[in-house]
């Protein structure tokens, strides 16, 4: 029976607003008594009054009103009903709906509430018919400057001068025309300012609200609030201070009318000196060209001109805006300008601004200065792989040798192909220097580097091995420590002798059997790398590689048997004598490796008989590369090398 009523309640309740929002007065008279339990009918009749408000059928909202019971509820619904009108703006509703609210104080925070909101959204009417119904005065001028401050935000000029003058206290009414105020010219409301200020009784307090709203204008760009603020400071040193803060707001954002306006007025010249330096380098860091070169003749004293135009410079230069610092170092006198022109041209360097580095550069007049700004740009802009920066710069060919910043990022440039600075620099040097940088770039594993000058037309054949002063190492032998097989095979095809040797009496093959590097072995041993060859200990390659523990080494030195190695010599390589014979249907090395880099098709040196014997040893490096039954195989095979 109760699930019959509630059914039966359902619709009825349900028709009822349907009803209270199409205006149909009578159906809402008539369903309304059908709902027997006062609660529900309190509840009904609150929710259609505020449709039937809502939608301007106000005798059927004024019906509903009087069917709920509760005052207490009575009072809600008029002010729900009453903030959803304001919103739309339909003062009609909200007169209809205010003096249904008994309670004073529900009235009052209704009033205020929906007095704020229609303030915000521009609905005088409305904010004029609220506030006098606020009966509490304290109250009344609480909303009052709520409503004014939104309304002044949003600039709506007749909603702040009605609300203003109701505010009864004046500090009160002091404190909202400057928040208003403040608010109004942040967005540019400049009726709104100009209604204000003079509204502002206190004068101290009026000064102050000036400084602030010039401020916030100047840095929105609002040149008419500007223009009006500043003559109402009565304080020629508050003016100053208020001037100076919004020229450099206004020089920050690059509003050149307000700052050429500001500027003339302020009155002490040391503060205009001030003034202007900070802005001119505010100016200066985001480009406004314009405001700096209007601000540096403002500046009188010329220690603080050089000040001014020294900061300002290095500002732009980091900024990488070339303009300006070509307007502002020829302001400078001559040592200061020595100075910033090396301080600058670092900063630009290090942020990479070609440009201007190259121009600060040519400012100096001593040919030793220029050089060692020269090198100290390269540096930083080497440091950042700044490469137009470099480039501008241009490097010398000793730095590349002495300076492990700048090889680095020559290395690294390589890496990505971009070889423009290399390609300058190995313009001015000599084939020897060449070599050197080669055998550079060997020994401290610069791969791509390495390969870019082997493959540079300025690489000389003729100085190939041309040894290190030191260790008489050639590229050939470090390429062997560092166990680059690709860049043997370029040497080897540039004519790099296989037989040199360092001071010790290595050959490449030697040093390549000391470190351990197979793959590298056997490049050599394939191009006619003599294996016997003795150092000055009277050591063969087999026994640097048996005194070095290199297994593999030896592995591949035992399958050329071309030397008799003894392996019970020493009890770290007993083992060996044991090991399974070399499995006899792995292809040769040359089917699983990849090609050398820029490899020619055939040897230049015929091979030995040792190289041909030598064909036959596995590579573990390729086996790594290339996985395959074989290599599985070749792995299980290698096991007695562990």
């Keep these: 029976m109760g699930q019959s009523q509630s059914r039966h309640q359902r619709p009825t309740t349900e028709h009822i607003f349907a009803a209270a929002i199409r205006g149909h007065f009578e159906i809402v008279q008539f369903l309304v008594p059908q709902i027997n339990d006062q609660s529900n009918r309190d509840i009904c009749c609150i929710k259609a009054a505020e449709k039937a408000a809502i939608n301007g059928h106000f005798e059927i909202a004024n019906f509903l009103l009087s069917q709920i019971n509760d005052q207490s509820n009575r009072d809600t619904c008029c002010i729900k009903a009453a903030e959803t009108a304001v919103l739309i703006g339909d003062f009609e509703i909200v007169k209809f709906l205010v003096p249904h609210i008994i309670d004073q104080s529900n009235r009052d925070i209704c009033c205020i509430k929906a007095a704020e909101n229609s303030a915000e959204y521009g609905h005088f009417e409305i904010v004029k018919f609220l506030v006098p119904h606020i009966i509490d005065q304290s109250n009344r001028d609480t909303c009052c400057i709520r409503a004014a401050e939104n309304a002044a935000i949003s600039g709506h000029f007749e909603v702040v001068k009605f609300l203003v003058p109701q505010i009864n206290d004046q500090s009160n009414r002091d404190t909202c025309c400057i928040r208003a105020a403040e608010s109004a010219a942040i967005r540019g409301h400049f009726e709104v300012v100009k209604f204000l200020v003079p509204q502002i ?11 602030k709203a010039a401020e916030s204008a100047a840095i929105r760009g609002h040149f008419e609030v500007v223009k009006f603020l500043v003559p109402q400071i009565n304080d020629q040193s508050n003016r100053d201070t208020c001037c100076i803060k919004a020229a450099e707001s206004a020089a920050i954002n690059g509003h050149f009318k307000i700052v050429k306006f500001l500027v003339p007025r302020i009155n002490d010249q040391s503060n205009r000196d001030t003034c202007c330096i900070k802005a001119a380098i505010s100016a200066a860091i985001n480009g406004h060209f314009k405001i700096v070169k209007f601000l540096v003749p403002q500046i009188n004293d010329q220690s603080n001109r050089d000040t001014c135009c020294i900061k300002a410079a290095i500002s732009a230069a980091i900024n990488g805006h070339f303009k300006i610092v070509k307007f502002l170092v020829p302001q400078i006198n001559e040592q200061s ?5 090396i301080k600058a041209a670092e900063k630009a360097a290090i942020c990479g601004h070609s440009e201007i580095v190259k121009f600060l550069i040519s400012r100096l007049s001593s040919p030793g200065l220029e050089a060692n700004l020269r090198f100290q740009c ?23 040798l002495q300076y492990s910043t700048i090889l680095s990022f020559t290395a690294a440039m390589a890496i990505e192909g971009r070889n423009s ?4 620099t190995l313009s001015r040097m000599a084939p020897a220097q060449i070599t050197q940088l080669l055998r550079i770039s060997m020994s401290q594993r610069l791969v791509a580097l390495a390969t870019s000058l082997l493959n540079h037309h300025r690489f000389s054949t003729q100085h190939v091995d041309l040894p290190d002063d030191n260790t008489g190492a050639t590229a050939l032998m470090l390429a062997a420590d560092a166990g680059h097989h690709e860049l043997i095979h370029k040497l080897i095809h540039l004519g790099a002798s296989l037989h040199a040797q360092d001071t010790h009496g290595r050959t490449a093959l030697s040093r390549a059997c000391q470190a351990g590097h197979v793959r590298a072995a056997k490049t050599l041993i394939d191009n006619g790398a003599d294996a016997s060859h003795r150092d000055n200990q009277g050591l063969t390659c087999a026994q640097l590689a048996q005194r070095f523990e290199q297994r593999q080494v030896l592995r591949l030195l035992n399958a050329t048997e071309s030397v008799a190695v003894s392996f019970h010599s020493t009890s770290t390589c007993n083992h ?6 070399f499995p006899s249907h792995i292809p040769e090395t040359h089917s699983t490796c990849r090609q050398p880099l820029n490899a020619s098709t055939h040897s230049r040196t015929t091979p030995s008989k040792t190289a041909v014997s ?3 040893c596995i590579d573990c490096s390729a086996m790594r590369d290339s996985p395959s039954r074989e290599q599985s195989v070749s792995r299980d095979w290698l096991t007695g090398c562990k």
């Excluded at 060996?576 to 014979?581: D, H």
């Design 201 to 211: 009784n206190d004068q101290s307090n009026r000064d102050t609200c000036c400084i």
């Design 337 to 341: 300008n020595r100075d910033t022109c």
């Design 378 to 400: 390269a540096v930083a802009a080497c440091t950042r792989l700044h490469e137009n920066a470099v480039a501008s710069v241009g490097l010398e060919p000793q730095w590349l």
């Design 421 to 424: 600075v290399l390609t300058d």
């Design 576 to 581: 060996f004598t044991n090991l399974p014979p």
């Design 614 to 616: 030598a064909r036959s």
